[in-house]
């Protein structure tokens, strides 16, 4: 069982930058690979970036390619989501999630956080 509290989320105006965390429970933390996702009121949840368990191997949205970055820290039990550049579409409720492999796929992800929610103004 793995347990996921993401926090960092806030208001910020467009241009600006956040750093979302999520801490998880559990000593089988270094085991799982780790995806961010996120979900814009009335739109579906997507994709936005994951990370291998060894954190050697990330992917990227392409919508967020060369603004996000993903990082994990194994001894902290913490996966990282640094936003830079951020637009007002980026405004979300973001979601860390738990899963054996880094794919795009949410519904491959074991274990769900209860999400942050990240607003760019313009």
């Known amino acids: 069982q793995v347990q996921l509290v993401e926090s960092g989320g806030g208001l910020v105006q467009a241009g600006g930058s956040l750093r979302l965390s999520c801490a998880a429970s559990?000593?089988?933390?270094?085991?799982?690979?780790m995806g961010w996702f996120r979900q814009a009121p009335g739109k579906e949840r997507e994709f936005v970036a994951a990370?291998?368990?060894?954190?050697?191997?990330?992917y990227y949205a392409d919508s967020v390619k060369g603004r996000f970055t993903i990082s994990r820290d194994n001894a902290k039990n913490t996966v990282y989501l640094q936003m830079n550049s951020l637009k007002p579409e980026d405004t979300a409720v973001y979601y860390c999630?738990?899963?054996?492999?880094?794919?795009?796929?949410?519904?491959?992800?074991?274990?769900w956080g209860q999400g942050t929610q990240v607003t760019v103004s313009s």
């Open positions: 999630a738990a899963g054996m492999m880094a794919v795009t796929t949410a519904t491959t992800y074991r274990y």
């Open positions: 559990g000593r089988t933390f270094s085991s799982y690979a």
């Open positions: 990370i291998s368990w060894s954190g050697g191997r990330t």
